[in-house]
């Protein structure tokens, strides 16, 4: 069959009777090509409106402090050097968020003894440590008690030093008689402790 013979074959306007055939099958064409250009535009839109709000969301929430006493002069100081996001990065307690703000200072943060304490209430109460289960001070590692307990590296040393040679601890008077602790700095962290 060569080219002349198979369009001769093909329905025409003049071949049909009522001469529609081809035409209607060329509009269903378009019409399909119309719909899934349609349905492209439709995702693209469906996700415009939905995604556009989310990122104004996320983006705002980042940025977003909770209002309590001490913000304004978070925002003003913590914001100064590196983003505010980074700040408020780490989730600590009140002794935890002092290291932090006394290391800033000594990066050169320029805090007012005033800001200094608003600060840190702002963010103790605000970012506080996250719960977490108690440390077993007769199975934790040197680096679980450096971190749970804000000691130095030497100190959870002694720890361990303690406990291969004089056995497990049996309760937190035994921790305090561990040469180099401070007693009172563990007294004041007892809830985290289990033996
Ligand atoms: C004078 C500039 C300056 C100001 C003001 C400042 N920071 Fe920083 N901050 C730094 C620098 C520099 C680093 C990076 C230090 C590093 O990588 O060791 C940093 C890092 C941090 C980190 C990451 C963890 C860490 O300990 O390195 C936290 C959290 C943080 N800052 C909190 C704060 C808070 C809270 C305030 C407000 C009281 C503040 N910063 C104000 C300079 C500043």
Known sequence: MN????????????????GQGFFHREAAKDAKKSISNLCVLGVFAVRFFLLWPLALF????????????????TKRI????????????????E??????????????????DEEFGAILK??????????????NVNK??????????TLTRSQAAAILQHRAKKG?????EDLKKVPGLDAAKIEAKKDRLAF
């Open 3 to 18: 080219a002349d013979e198979r369009r001769s074959v093909l329905p025409t306007h003049e071949s049909v009777p009522g």
């Open 58 to 73: 996320t983006g705002r929430a980042w940025a977003q402090l909770p209002e309590a006493p001490g913000k304004e002069e």
């Open 78 to 93: 913590c914001g100064k050097c590196h983003e505010l996001e980074r700040s408020v990065s780490v989730h600590q307690d």
């Open 95 to 112: 002794e935890g968020w002092l290291q932090t703000m006394d290391k800033m200072v000594g990066l050169g943060a320029k805090i007012t």
């Open 122 to 135: 702002y963010l103790a109460k605000n970012f506080p440590a996250e719960e977490l289960p108690k440390l």
């Open 140 to 149: 934790a590692t040197a680096i679980e008690l450096e971190s749970r307990l």
């Open 168 to 172: 497990p601890f049996k309760s937190i």
